[in-house]
């Protein structure tokens, strides 16, 4: 192989001569969703919301965190309603304001608690409401009932179901009617930091394990409403045994530091193990897992959180649930998130081009640091080079020697190479796209062949003005990858 590094430096700064930085994204990328469900939003990113008439709030049974989870089920106190007298409600905060156009509810109504009407409102603020539907026919006692009621559209950051005093019963030493969800859905766009990568809407696959009694795969269709049964319940009774597991193809890479299991109500695990691949044949237990975390303070049947380091992977494999009540474990949903988005910068820019130089035939070129990726985002935040792809007339002359699937840190960059074998006297041309966590960034390529070494020189003389004038981020400091790949022992 023949080192061109010198010849093929000087095209590229004759090409590029004052070229500086790509900011690729000062925002996370986005992603088209329909009729998306808000509560599948990164774990801190739902707020569950309460109150009443005089202010007064609590919980006769379960917790109010628990409508974020779907969970069985919270119900409000006498002292919260005056004894079934006067207003009160319930909902979520979502970290943003988000299109909303349905409002799905599952409710909790024994016990002597009916609902006549109710009402759904919406906030930006939380203080000023917008009312979207009212009122809302109601219903009698029936526990469990999953209501999908469309409501005026809008972009709304707070919803809340609200009771006033006619509009319900209360009974059986509680408040009023409760709820297991509460749960505002709407079309739009989610940046990739905020998504839930193991929807079905974004084309994953589930599939199951040894697990003959609950075996169903519906663990990926983002609906996190308390559904029972063979049809939705994936799981075994007590803990999972060895070789049990669930896996969901992302069918491609994705950037995940969250997994979160929505269990089944009161069938629920307390702990899982985590593993990642991404050839779907090579699991490894995903870096620096954190212990378990149930964000339902009352009980252990919400759901189960398991964070850990960033993480490149298109499968996902769940296992070794640990059974915590009911005598079964059983899940009912995975979610699966990303961490913050940092702020890509690219050597040279996106779009320009990176030029190689070759003088015989055949000759092999290797181009060392053609491109330089670096995340300049503010500290905890990450990007993701996920994949890369060469397209074009001359791709097959083209490849980068060095690739593979990295997380880039704030702070932390990464230099690929590009290697060109030539076949004849020719200009060859094609194009390089990174995939990463921000979208696409997109480089041209081009070989030339160039005259005899000694004019090669003079040309360099009189380029050598424009090369100067090349701003470069380490003033004279030659490029150096700063932090190493991820692991990618497949």
Known sequence: MVRNHLHSSLFRRFSLAIAGWLSLAGSAWAV????????????????????????????????????????????????????????????????????????RLQ??????????????????????????????AGFGTVNGLVTNDAVTPGSYQYVRVRFEGPDYVAGGGY????????????????????????????????????????????YNDGTLEDRSGAAYWTGTPGSWPAGTYTTIDL??????????????SPYAGSAFSVEYSTNGTSFFPVPNPQAAVNPSPAYTNAATIVGFDPTIARYIRMSGA??????????????LNGPTDGV???????????????????????????????????????????????????????????????VLASGASVLFDLQFSSLAAQSYNATLTFNTTLGDIVFNLQAVMV??????????????????????????????????PADNRE
């Open 32 to 103: 088209t969703v329909s009729n998306y469900s808000w509560l599948q939003l990164p774990p801190g990113s739902v707020t569950p919301i309460q109150g009443s008439a005089d202010n007064t709030t609590g919980a006769a049974f379960g917790d109010i965190v628990d409508v974020r989870w779907g969970d069985y089920v919270w119900l409000p106190t006498n002292a919260m309603t005056n004894n079934g007298n006067q207003m009160y409600y319930a909902g979520v905060r979502l970290d943003q304001s988000r299109p909303i156009s349905n409002v």
């Open 107 to 136: 409710w909790w109504t024994a016990g002597g608690n009916t609902a006549t009407q109710y009402h759904i409102d919406a906030s930006n603020d939380g203080s000023s409401w917008t009312n979207l539907a009212n009122p809302v």
């Open 175 to 218: 408040g009023g009617p409760g709820f297991m969800l509460i749960d505002p859905i709407g079309s739009g766009t989610v940046t990739s930091d905020k998504a839930n990568w193991a929807n079905v809407s974004f084309g994953t696959t589930a599939t199951n394990t040894n697990m003959p009694s609950y075996p169903s795969t519906s």
């Open 251 to 264: 069918g491609t890479n994705r950037l995940l530091n969250s997994a979160a299991a929505v269990w089944g």
């Open 322 to 335: 640990v059974n915590a009540s009911g005598g079964f474990t059983l899940m009912n949903q995975m979610l």
């Open 344 to 406: 890509l910068d690219s050597d040279p820019n996106a779009n320009d081009t990176v030029g190689v130089v070759f003088r015989t035939l055949p000759q092999t070129v290797t181009l060392t640091g053609a491109v330089e990726l670096e995340n300049i985002g503010t500290a905890g935040t990450f990007v993701g080079i996920l994949s890369y792809n060469i397209t074009g007339p001359d791709a097959l002359q083209f490849s980068l020697t060095n690739f593979t699937p990295t």
């Open 451 to 484: 005259p005899e070494p000694s004019t090669l020189s003079l040309l360099g003389l009189g380029v050598v003005g424009l090369a100067v004038q090349r701003r470069r981020r380490r003033n004279a400091v030659p490029p150096r990858r700063r932090e190493a």
